[in-house]
């Protein structure tokens, strides 16, 4: 697993200009973004953006290293972390204490599969995307606590549109 690229990948995931930062987005609907990114990357490419495994838990799928990636990000003075009380739970809210430096670890499809995911569930509640990954075949079909082969995503129908559309690779960042 690339550390640094890890981190671009959340960089990425907590800028604002993204769109995925805004009031719905907390740690649990983060550690989702990870996952559709993830997950929907290796049913494309065969391979994940981060390099991390993800384990099912009540919430959904979790990666292993989310929380330390994290850490990473608070260590280097990165990122800051607010609680704020919502309803009947209190989130973290993300801020950079800067604008990220460029992509540079990231390849155009992984970018691409990271704007996609952040349009999709951008603005969706983490109650919405919580939902959601558990009515993904991986997360179903692992035991809880168990990791989440990748493998399992080839269980999906159909992720990328109609069946006769295919995923568009992305070979240049305009």
Same mark, same amino acid.
């Given at each position: 697993?690339?550390?640094?690229? *890890? ?8 800028? /604002? ?20 990114? &993830?997950?929907?990357? *290796? ?10 495994? =993800?384990?099912?838990?009540? =919430? ?10 994290? &850490? ?15 309803? &009947? ?20 499809? /992984? ?7 952040? $349009? ?21 079909? $692992? /035991? =809880? ?9 080839? =269980? ?17 960042? $305009?």
């Amino acid at each position: 697993m690339d550390t640094e690229k *890890y981190l671009e990948v959340l960089q990425y995931l907590l800028d /604002e200009r993204t769109g995925a930062n805004n009031c719905h987005l907390g740690k649990v609907k983060l550690m989702k973004l990870l996952y559709f990114a &993830d997950f929907d990357h *290796y049913f494309r490419y065969g391979v994940s953006i981060t390099g991390d495994t =993800y384990v099912k838990l009540a =919430y959904g799928p979790v990666p292993r290293h989310g929380q330390p990636m994290l &850490d990473e990000l608070k260590k280097r003075s990165l990122l800051e972390v607010e609680q704020q009380p919502v309803y &009947d739970y209190t989130r973290n809210a993300y801020h950079l204490r800067r604008a990220p430096e460029p992509l540079s670890r990231l390849n155009p499809n /992984e970018v691409s599969t990271l704007a996609e995911v952040v $349009a999709k569930w951008g603005n969706h509640t983490r109650d919405e995307i919580v939902t959601a990954s558990h009515g993904d075949p991986p997360w179903i079909m $692992a /035991e =809880y606590g168990d990791t989440i082969p990748y493998e399992l995503v080839f =269980y999906r129908e159909n992720i990328t549109g109609p069946e006769d559309e295919e995923p568009q690779i992305v070979t240049e960042v $305009a």
